[in-house]
Structure formats: structure tokens, C-alpha cells
């Protein structure tokens, strides 16, 4: 691995909050991640801790205000926070581009699925209006749906969920994007579906060498598709870790009580599978406890653990853990 | 699509059968003899029953009801009890000032109330979104006879420039349709706003600003788009009703349209005049409602009629 040279993505100390009417919600807190060429690198952790909103910083694709976003996202030498609405603009959907969660909504039903793929052409390649269509029919055909030059011309109520979310992976990859953001591409379908989409999200990744972070609560997708796996809880990085490692060894409490029983690499991934529930609930991001966020749920608590946060500690072998177990007093 | 046009107007008869039906018992129903008051106070008896008698009006209900839908077959609607002139005479002589002054206040109303209700939605909690909200607000509780009369006030007694009523130019159009319009504008311009507010929070606008279209195109092309139906909803009620005349801007504005019509002849308890301006206020509104539809299919794919 090209350790030496810059990644294409690096996220440093990024804190996203919404100020909202009953205080401020630190949704993203000093979320430190970087992903290098060519790879897909998992983030995972349960539902509101944060997963989506740091996707759609990078973009910045939130609403500000109510949303603030602080910090640094270095893409190729330049933070994106700093660039003004036309630069960012450039890179949406050209360099960066994004799948949502929901392919059903996430499609505008009043325009044909061909004109929602040929506009970013035209917008980021300067082709043509027929250049573009060809293109956007083109896309279609790559992401095998069937009958594509006829899809093209259809609007999104005629596709089921499965066709739409491919027609939105057509959408993403149409300008060529040297990183995708997939917010878990593939919760709202059902399994087999899911395991067509995401064969066919690695087969196009292959082709056009495209880098992902890939958003899931699937630990199968994960072990199938990331190189590297970062875990968040409640707005921060709690553990990464190489994939094998992750499965192999979990550091952090929390991700011991996230994999619960271990999917086992090597043998054919479960996809499908879902995280395994840990006892109690992730606290309110209004009222977060003093020192680890975790401890409340955690089964190795500590003293120390409810007075002062926890230091990132970097272990061998490119893992960090951010728990005071491994710190060496 | 042809076909669903035909079967539309061809449902309008039994619709329009029915409101007459209602509208003649209930007229029948209403306190005042017609007879008494075409007669007048110092009427004797035998006077009032030779009026009755002119009217139709001794015959039993059910009688009357028939001989009226006879005529109504050739689309007659009978002779004004009140000014003895055909009843569609003076519908026709009426509806092209109402119409008149509909068509303009609605475009008003499209003009500024779908742009404003745009850019509050745009730029919500902004001084522009105050501006706009407040304003629609002020217009939407404003009586229209207090703003009628107060434009009065401003432009034609202390300016002179424009006319305080009667009709014969453009001059004399502006004054009532700016009263009448402003309640629409308001309307539609806080319809528009709340349409456009949740269209904007949709999942697909974010894919729109995802895949670095400038703001403008993900307001107007993806955003607007999807808002147009409720929006097309509230412009053809509104059409509808203005179309039924107006009757405190018509009285303000001495304006000959239906609404005062409508209220003259209610007053007069003339019951030929008043079941025919209502027919035809029905009719108006039927047809409304049928473009709004072919609308809607135009403008959302998912709408298809057989
Ligand atoms: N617009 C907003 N205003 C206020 N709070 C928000 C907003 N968007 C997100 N949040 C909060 O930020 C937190 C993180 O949300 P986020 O959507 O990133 O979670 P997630 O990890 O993607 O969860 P899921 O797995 O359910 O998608 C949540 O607690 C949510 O309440
Ligand atoms: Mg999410």
C-alpha cells in the first residue's frame, strides 16, 4: 500500500453541529478519517451516530445554518470547507459524487431517470444534449438494466427499488468520480437485490479505479467489499482497523459488542446480517455523558472512563482505538 | 385523452341537473314571495295573484321544475322576473366583466405570489422571508371593501389618476382587480412558500445539489417542478371562485359583473335570474376544475388519465 503518498481523501477534525431549538447537537465531534486511492473503506455504527452527516460534509451538502461544519477535508491537497459555492459546486457529482440510501426518494419522480444522468454530463463534461443522453443510455447499459435506451426515457415511478438504485449508481459514476460516497446503498432493498447491487458496485469499481467510503450497517457488505473499517459512536471515531484485523481482533468494547458473533472471512460473507445489539441505547447528542461516551453501556468500565475522554492510541499495524484500556499508563 | 375530455363534460349533466334541482326547491323554500315584491307594497290582492299568475308561479312546484328543465334543453333559462329581459341576455351582457376581471386578478396573483412564496421558501428566516410571510399575512386578513375603498381614496381622490369605478377602459380594470387580487396573491404566495419549503427538505433535492447543479437550476428545474401541483390546485380553485364574480369589489368599484347580479336577484327574490347566474357559475366551475386536471398530467408523469 502507497502509505507514503497523500490519500485522496483525508478528513481532519471535522465537527459538524446543528443548532437547533433546544441547544446545539454535536452530530460529528473531531471525526479524524482518511480514504487512500483505490480503496473502500467501511464506516459503520448504529443508527444516529453520525455516519450520514459526515458524508454530506465533505460535500457540504447540508443546510447551514442550522448545520456548522468546522474543520478540514483535504481532497487532493485543497480543504473543501474553504472553497467557495462554485468550487464545491465543480466537484459535486464531477470528482465526488454520492448514492443515498433511498432509492426510492432519492430519484425526482418528475423527470425522465435519462435527463437526471445527462444533465450532470452536460453540466461537468460540457458534452452535447444528444452526446449526453447517448452517455446517460450508455450508463444505464453498464449498470445492467435491462432495456436501457427504453428505461432512459421512463420516469422513476416505473422502475422498482432495485432498478432505481442502480439507475442512481448510473447517476454517481456517469462524470467518472475518483471517490463515491454510499450511504448505505443498499439498506432500503431486500437481500438478493442487495448482493447484486453490491457485485456490481465492486465490478465498476474495478473499471474506473474509483475510491468509496462506504456507509453500511451490513458487516457481510463490509467484509466483502472494504479494505479498511472505521467504527464510530455517537459523533466520534471510536476504532479502524485493516478489515481482517477488525473481524479477527476487535479492540474497542464497542466494536466487541458491535460484531457480536464474528462473520467469518474467507467462508461466504452473510449479507444480510445485521449489527449485533448491544444493551442500552446511544445517548442523546444534547446530553452526552462526561468522559468515554460509551461507558454508560460498556461492559469493561473504568474509573477513569466516566471522567476524562479517552486518547486516540495508534497500535501496530495501522489500527487506532480510542479507549483507555489500551492506554499505557 | 379525448375520451376522458368527453366523458368529463358529458358527467357534468347530471351535476348540473342535480344543482338545479337543489337550487330550485331551496329557492321555493326561502321566506319572500317574488310575486309581493315585483308588485311592490301598495299592491292589492288581485294584482299580486295576476303577477303569480304571469310568473308560472301558481302552478304546482313540480310543474314549474319541468317546464324549466324544458326550456333549459335549448338553453333557455327564461325571462327576468325583475327586468322581464331573457335571463341570458343578461348573464352574457355581465360575464365578459367578470371574467374580465378574473383572468387579470389571477395572472396578478400567479405574477407576484408564486416568485415571492419562491424566494421565502429559498431564503426561509431571512428579512426577504419576513417581507414576504408579513405581507401575505396583511393581505389575507385585509378586508377587501376597506382596501377597495382606500385605494379609492389614494388613487382617484387624491391622485386622480385612475378612475373609482364603472367600466369603459383599462383604466377603470386596475383599481378592482389589484383589490381582488390581493387576497389571492397572499394566498398563493404562502402556498407556494410552504409547497416549496418541503419539496426543498426532499431527498431528491439533495441528489439534485449532489450532483453540483447550480442552486437556480435545483430550485426552478428540480424543485419547482414537483411544487407546480399544489400549487396549479390552489390557482384553479381560486380561478373558479373569482369566476363566480366578486361581490364587494363589483359593489366598491360599481362594477357590472355576476357577483352583484347574483345579489341583485336574490334580493329581488327573482328566481329566474338567480337559478340561471348559479347554473352557469357551476357550469364555469365544472370546466375549471377539468383543466386544472389535464394540467396536472401535463406537468406530473405519474398522472395518467385513460
Ligand atoms: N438537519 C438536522 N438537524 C438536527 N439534527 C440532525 C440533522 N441531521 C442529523 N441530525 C442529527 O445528527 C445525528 C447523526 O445523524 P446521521 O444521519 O448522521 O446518523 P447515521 O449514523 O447516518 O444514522 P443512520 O444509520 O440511521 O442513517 C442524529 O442524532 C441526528 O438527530
Ligand atoms: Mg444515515
Redesign the interface.
Known amino acids: 500500500m502507497n502509505t507514503d503518498n497523500e490519500p485522496l481523501l483525508a478528513i481532519r477534525n471535522l465537527h459538524t453541529c446543528f443548532h437547533v431549538f433546544e441547544g446545539v447537537v454535536n452530530a460529528v465531534d473531531g471525526v479524524d478519517l482518511e480514504v487512500p486511492h483505490g480503496e473502500t473503506v467501511g464506516l459503520v455504527g448504529e443508527s444516529g451516530c453520525g455516519k450520514s452527516v459526515t458524508a454530506?460534509s465533505i460535500?457540504r451538502?447540508l443546510r447551514c445554518p442550522p448545520a456548522e461544519i468546522q474543520g478540514q477535508v483535504i481532497f487532493h491537497g485543497r480543504n473543501l470547507l474553504d472553497l467557495d459555492?462554485e468550487g464545491i459546486?465543480?466537484?459535486?457529482?464531477?470528482a465526488i459524487?454520492?448514492i443515498?440510501q433511498?432509492p426510492m426518494?432519492?430519484?425526482?419522480?418528475?423527470?425522465t431517470i435519462g435527463e437526471q444522468i445527462a444533465?450532470?454530463v452536460r453540466?461537468?463534461q460540457g458534452m452535447s444534449r444528444r452526446e449526453a443522453w447517448r452517455w446517460a443510455e450508455e450508463m444505464l447499459r453498464m449498470v445492467q438494466i435491462p432495456g436501457a435506451r427504453a428505461r432512459a426515457r421512463e420516469?422513476p415511478?416505473k422502475l422498482s427499488g432495485g432498478m432505481r438504485q442502480r439507475a442512481?449508481i448510473a447517476?454517481a459514476l456517469s462524470c467518472n468520480p475518483q471517490l463515491l460516497l454510499a450511504d448505505e446503498p443498499t439498506t432500503a432493498l431486500d437481500v438478493t437485490i442487495q448482493a447484486q447491487i453490491m457485485s456490481l458496485m465492486s465490478n465498476l469499481k474495478e473499471e474506473f479505479g474509483t475510491s468509496i467510503l462506504l456507509i453500511t450497517h451490513d458487516l457481510g457488505v463490509i467484509a466483502e467489499m472494504a479494505s479498511r473499517v472505521i467504527v464510530m459512536y455517537a459523533g466520534k471515531v471510536v476504532e479502524e482497523a485493516p478489515v481482517k484485523e477488525l473481524f479477527k481482533e476487535p479492540l474497542h468494547p464497542y466494536t466487541k459488542g458491535l460484531l457480536g458473533s464474528v462473520p467469518v472471512i474467507g467462508r461466504k460473507a452473510q449479507t444480510g446480517r445485521r449489527l449485533h445489539e448491544i444493551p442500552g441505547t446511544v445517548p442523546s447528542l444534547l446530553e452526552m455523558p462526561r468522559g468515554c461516551r460509551f461507558h454508560p453501556r460498556c461492559p469493561k468500565m473504568m474509573d477513569v472512563c466516566s471522567g476524562e475522554e479517552p486518547p486516540t492510541i495508534h497500535m501496530g499495524g495501522d489500527r487506532r482505538v480510542c479507549c483507555w484500556l489500551f492506554a499505557k499508563t | 385523452m379525448l375520451n376522458y375530455v368527453v366523458k368529463r363534460l358529458l358527467s357534468t349533466i347530471p351535476v348540473l341537473i342535480g344543482i338545479s334541482l337543489l337550487l330550485f326547491f331551496m329557492l321555493r323554500m326561502l321566506p319572500g314571495d317574488p310575486a309581493q315584491v315585483l308588485a311592490g307594497q301598495m299592491a292589492t290582492p288581485q294584482e299580486i295573484e295576476l303577477i303569480r299568475h304571469q310568473l308560472g308561479l301558481d302552478k304546482p312546484i313540480h310543474i314549474q321544475y319541468a317546464y324549466f328543465l324544458g326550456r333549459l334543453i335549448h338553453f333557455d333559462l327564461g325571462r327576468s322576473a325583475r327586468t322581464q329581459n331573457p335571463v341570458t341576455e343578461e348573464i352574457w351582457a355581465r360575464l365578459p366583466n367578470t371574467v374580465l376581471l378574473a383572468v387579470v386578478a389571477i395572472t396578478l396573483a400567479c405574477i407576484f405570489g408564486i416568485p415571492a412564496g419562491i424566494i421565502s421558501a429559498v431564503r426561509p428566516y431571512t428579512w426577504i422571508d419576513y417581507l414576504v410571510t408579513s405581507s401575505a399575512l396583511f393581505g389575507i386578513s385585509m378586508p377587501v371593501f376597506w382596501l377597495g375603498l382606500m385605494l379609492v381614496v389614494v388613487f382617484s381622490v387624491m391622485l386622480h389618476w385612475l378612475p373609482a369605478g364603472g367600466t369603459g377602459s383599462w383604466k377603470h380594470v386596475i383599481l378592482p382587480s389589484f383589490t381582488l387580487a390581493a387576497f389571492v396573491v397572499a394566498f398563493i404566495a404562502r402556498m407556494t412558500r410552504s409547497t416549496m419549503m418541503e419539496v426543498l427538505s426532499?431527498?431528491?433535492t439533495?441528489?439534485?445539489?449532489?450532483?453540483?447543479?447550480?442552486?437556480r437550476?435545483v430550485v426552478t428545474?428540480?424543485a419547482l417542478?414537483?411544487a407546480l401541483i399544489p400549487i396549479i390546485t390552489v390557482v384553479g380553485l381560486q380561478f373558479g371562485l373569482l369566476l363566480g364574480g366578486a361581490v364587494l369589489t363589483e359593489t366598491v368599484f360599481a362594477w357590472p359583473g355576476i357577483g352583484r347580479l347574483i345579489v341583485d336577484s336574490i334580493l329581488a327574490r327573482d328566481y329566474p335570474m338567480i337559478q340561471g347566474t348559479i347554473l352557469v357559475f357551476g357550469l364555469l366551475y365544472i370546466l375549471v376544475n377539468l383543466v386544472v386536471d389535464l394540467i396536472y398530467a401535463w406537468?406530473?408523469?405519474?398522472i395518467r388519465y385513460g
Request: aromatic share 6%; net charge positive; proline share 4%.
Open positions: 454530506l460535500l451538502l459555492r459546486r465543480k466537484i459535486r457529482g464531477n459524487s454520492m443515498f433511498e426518494t432519492s430519484l425526482n419522480p418528475v423527470l444533465e450532470a453540466l461537468h420516469y415511478h442512481m447517476m | 426532499q431527498d431528491y439533495t441528489t439534485a445539489r449532489s450532483k453540483g447543479l447550480k442552486e437550476v428545474k428540480h417542478r414537483n406537468v406530473d408523469p405519474r
